[in-house]
């Protein structure tokens, strides 16, 4: 499900993903003022958008797909199940470490040996720098003949300080 979002603008993404997750609450859009958050904070005892961020697992009984973090970011916690683990040859340099951003195996992860892990999407593109501090996105614009290439300036950072656990146990972070 996530996946198929990727390609559309982040307003449209959280858009769509907002209606998916309003409409399997049972919730209506204009009938009452139910939020995203409040929803996906359901049923986690304590976790999620309330109290200490989002820290459920998506093994406990009645965790979301989807949690929001204080920022408004969603993220579905399925998505990094099942990911194979693939091989990139970084290189050191003045920021950190420089990985491959586009040509790696589709639907795969790779540990940069520094505390991040790098998501690729279908496409073997960089979707995610995760650590356990924030999953840092990583945004792509399109050419007029089609080619993908990084937005730059976008440093899009997510669940700053609360990272789902059941993300970093999937990508082998702790």
Do not use: C
Not at 130 to 151: D, H, L, M
């Amino acid at each position: 499900m996530g996946l198929s979002y990727n390609s559309l603008p982040a307003w449209e993404k959280a858009a769509l993903i907002g209606k998916e997750v309003l409409t399997a609450s049972g919730a209506s859009i204009g009938r009452d003022k139910t939020s995203i958050a409040s929803i996906v904070g359901k049923g986690k005892g304590g976790a999620g958008t309330q109290g200490g961020g989002p820290k459920a697992t998506t093994n406990a009984p009645n965790t979301p797909r989807f949690i929001t973090d204080s920022a408004v970011n969603t993220i579905d916690l399925d998505y990094t199940k099942g990911l194979r683990e693939t091989n990139v040859t970084v290189t050191g340099a003045r920021g950190g470490v420089q990985y491959p951003l586009q040509g790696q195996t589709p639907d795969s992860y790779a540990n940069l040996g520094n505390g991040h892990v790098v998501v690729y999407g279908p496409e073997g593109r960089a979707l995610y720098n995760v650590s356990s501090s924030r999953i840092k996105v990583v945004e792509w614009n399109q050419a007029p003949n089609g080619t993908y290439f990084p937005k730059k300036g976008s440093d899009t950072k997510a669940f700053e300080g609360n990272v789902p656990q059941s993300v970093l146990d999937s990508l082998g972070l702790k």
